[in-house]
């Protein structure tokens, strides 16, 4: 019965989460592709959508997979450290993407020059 | 485990929670507003890409700190009076303040490592310029 309530609210959190944070990387990456492909717009814009469609899909595949192997919940307590668990566990996976794409971006843009001179 | 100690479990959570989210948001605050100087002068006064930049860190930044203080959360050890219930509060507490030192003197070693690359550069540049076009006076 505690388990369905921690599946809402797990939902309902992750997905917003998701949806933030890839509208805020959406916004403000395409600037970085832009400069990629040397100010032409159309394609900035097209890889741009593409990317944001993926990142929706593998994401929110992956925080519904995870309901599988979810611990039986029997009390408040156990409700609230298991969800913050498994919600930290995807906010971790998600920061280290982020921070991976940081660096990718950083090293594709070591060959053209006009970053950061 | 009787409804006392899990009680205490609850009131330790609920106080935690706020603090550690409380925390994170203050250092990240008070770290990217200053960082935007730092992004001013990497990308050499061009708003729109400074702005964009220092954006995507502070997502990065509230997405590890956040999501670090929420995996750690649970407390093992049971919870049986207000004295344990502190003790152990503020060992979790303490742990993520000083973990989150550790952050913010990284992020602040990137953004001087960005400076200094970028400045590196720049006067690489100016240099090659004026070896490869000497001007009419010289």
Not at chain 1, 26 to 35: E, Q
Not at chain 1, 41 to 52: H, P, R, V
Not at chain 2, 7 to 29: D, E, K, Q, S
Request: with cysteine; charged share 15%; proline share 2%.
């Amino acid at each position: 019965m505690n388990n369905v309530l921690a599946y809402t609210i797990y939902i309902a959190i992750t997905l917003y989460l998701i949806y933030w944070i890839g509208r805020m990387c959406h916004r403000n990456g395409r600037i970085f592709i832009l400069k990629l492909y040397r100010g032409d717009a159309e394609s900035t814009d097209t890889i741009n959508n593409i990317l944001l469609l993926a990142y929706y899909l593998f994401n929110t595949g992956y925080a519904l997979l995870r309901l599988k192997n979810w611990e039986h919940v029997l009390s408040v307590a156990q409700l609230v450290a298991s969800l913050s668990h498994h919600l930290g566990l995807l906010i971790l996976i998600l920061a280290v993407t982020h921070y991976f794409n940081i660096g990718l971006i950083y090293f594709l843009s070591k060959r053209h020059h006009h970053f950061t001179s | 485990m009787n409804t006392e100690h899990i009680a205490y479990i609850v009131i330790a959570y609920f106080c935690y929670l706020p603090i550690a989210l409380g925390l994170t948001w203050y250092v990240a605050h008070s770290l990217f507003r200053n960082s935007i100087v730092f992004m001013k002068d990497i990308f050499n006064g061009r708003e729109e890409i400074a702005l964009a930049t220092n954006t995507l860190f502070r997502i990065g930044f509230y997405l590890l700190n956040i999501g670090f203080a929420l995996y750690i959360l649970k407390i093992r050890e049971p919870l049986s009076s207000t004295q344990t219930t502190i003790e152990a509060l503020s060992f979790k507490v303490g742990g993520f303040s000083i973990y989150l030192g550790i952050m913010l003197f990284l992020n602040l070693y990137l953004f001087f490592r960005g400076k200094r690359v970028a400045k590196q550069k720049r006067l690489g540049y100016e240099m090659n310029k004026r070896y490869n076009n000497p001007g009419p006076q010289q």
